[in-house]
Nanobody
Framework: QVQLVESGGGLVQPGGSLSLSCAGS????????AAWYRQAPGKQRELVAR???????NYAGSVKGRFTISRDQAKNTVYLQMSSLKPEDTAVYYC????????WGQGTQVTVSS
């Protein structure tokens, strides 16, 4: 069974930056598009960014220009570089394939607050 392990979250001030990592097992990120999702308190989980097999990328409008998704296929790892963070970016961040094929990991908490 594929396992996903997210890391890199934390508390950051508005305008700050964070870099998230996600290690996947089973070669999932080599076979499928990879994506980052997030879920804020009281809200549904939403797609934040996706990197396709040809390395083209797609972003939610709310993060475009501020977040960058990338991956290292040899390490089966996906990254999310976040900058110019806003309080509304506060959420638990998860990675998975796109479409979603694996059980969710534990996620990593990102809190943007002064």
């Amino acid at each position: 069974q594929v396992q996903l392990v997210e890391s890199g979250g934390g508390l950051v001030q508005p305008g700050g930056s964070l870099s998230l990592s996600c290690a996947g097992s089973g070669g999932i990120f080599s076979m499928y598009a990879a994506a980052w999702y997030r879920q804020a308190p009281g809200k549904q989980r939403e797609l934040v960014a996706r990197i396709n097999r040809d390395d083209s990328t797609n972003y939610a409008g709310s993060v475009k220009g501020r977040f960058t998704i990338s991956r290292d296929q040899a390490k089966n790892t996906v990254y999310l570089q976040m900058s110019s963070l806003k309080p509304e970016d506060t959420a638990v961040y998860y990675c998975n394939s796109w479409p979603i094929l694996s059980p969710w990991g534990q996620g990593t908490q990102v809190t943007v607050s002064s």
